[in-house]
């Protein structure tokens, strides 16, 4: 084969990785996707006002001295006792707090001693009978007991009653907003895409501190003052999102 066709078949083949390179650098031209059309977002939200029916009440005591152990096995024999007459009143859910030990300081010359030590743990009472957790509370403020806090739950009975009814209330919304869409862009109905319910949400009354020190004297447990326990209504709100399809 002669020189000059041997050099125009490399010329050739040449070109053709040059062409070849070029075409595999240059971008792949993406073709616009098809626009969606008659889809709506929409969002329902349904709220009821409830009243908390769990009230919680927090109590703490605590004793001091020079002896740890010894405040400290004074302290869990009252938290026992106190455990165990708080459970026998019916309705009542007692659960034992954390326990602390802090020393005692005072100064000499200017100069921080120990000075002993004090030991304290908490108590924490439940119960949907507002007036029997009021009388074992005060009851036990008159046996050392001090009141801390008291605030207010939804107990899970009536929160699961609730949420069923907010998810029917808020989807039945969902829907009436899906109908009047579609008439008033001139369709016909309209298909669900998607929907996502969204945890209940709900705002309790803050819990309120209050203090009530142990009585000089005393009293008999029918005798002890009754604490009284109110609370505001709270609301409960439910949202649910998603999308539909509007159709001819």
């Known amino acids: 084969m002669s020189s000059r066709?041997?050099?125009?078949?490399?010329?050739?083949?040449?070109?053709?990785?040059?062409?070849?390179?070029?075409?595999?650098?240059?971008?792949?031209?993406?073709?616009?996707?098809?626009?969606?059309?008659?889809?709506?977002?929409?969002?329902?939200?349904?709220?009821?006002?409830?009243?908390?029916?769990?009230?919680?009440?927090?109590?703490?005591?605590?004793?001091?001295?020079?002896?740890?152990?010894?405040?400290?096995?004074?302290?869990?024999?009252?938290?026992?006792?106190?455990?165990?007459?708080?459970?026998?009143?019916?309705?009542?859910e007692a659960s034992s707090g954390a326990i602390s030990t802090q020393p005692r300081w005072k100064t000499v010359n200017n100069q921080s001693q120990r000075d002993g030590w004090t030991v304290r743990a908490g108590l924490v009472l439940k119960s949907r009978d507002f007036a029997a957790l009021g009388k074992i509370v005060g009851q036990l403020a008159q046996q050392g007991f001090m009141i801390e806090s008291n605030g207010f739950e939804v107990s899970k009975?009536?929160?699961?009653r609730e949420e069923t009814a907010?998810?029917?209330?808020?989807?039945?919304?969902?829907?009436?907003?899906?109908?009047?869409?579609?008439?008033?862009?001139?369709?016909?109905?309209?298909?669900?895409?998607?929907?996502?319910?969204?945890?209940?949400?709900?705002?309790?009354?803050?819990?309120?501190p209050m203090m009530m020190m142990r009585a000089a004297a005393p009293m008999a447990a029918e005798q002890a003052p009754t604490v009284p326990l109110a609370t505001a209504l709270t609301p409960l709100r439910l949202t649910v999102q998603g999308s539909v399809q509007l159709t001819r």
Do not use: H, N, W
């Open 5 to 92: 066709i041997l050099s125009s078949l490399a010329g050739l083949c040449l070109a053709g990785l040059i062409c070849g390179a070029v075409a595999q650098a240059q971008p792949l031209v993406q073709t616009p996707a098809a626009a969606v059309v008659g889809v709506v977002d929409l969002q329902a939200t349904a709220q009821v006002e409830v009243t908390p029916d769990l009230a919680v009440m927090t109590l703490s005591i605590e004793r001091s001295g020079m002896e740890s152990a010894r405040l400290t096995a004074d302290i869990s024999q009252s938290l026992q006792a106190a455990l165990k007459q708080a459970r026998a009143v019916s309705g009542v």
């Open 157 to 160: 009975a009536l929160r699961d």
């Open 166 to 208: 907010l998810i029917d209330a808020a989807i039945a919304d969902f829907k009436a907003k899906a109908a009047t869409a579609a008439r008033a862009l001139g369709y016909g109905g309209y298909t669900l895409r998607t929907l996502q319910i969204e945890p209940l949400q709900g705002q309790l009354p803050e819990s309120r």
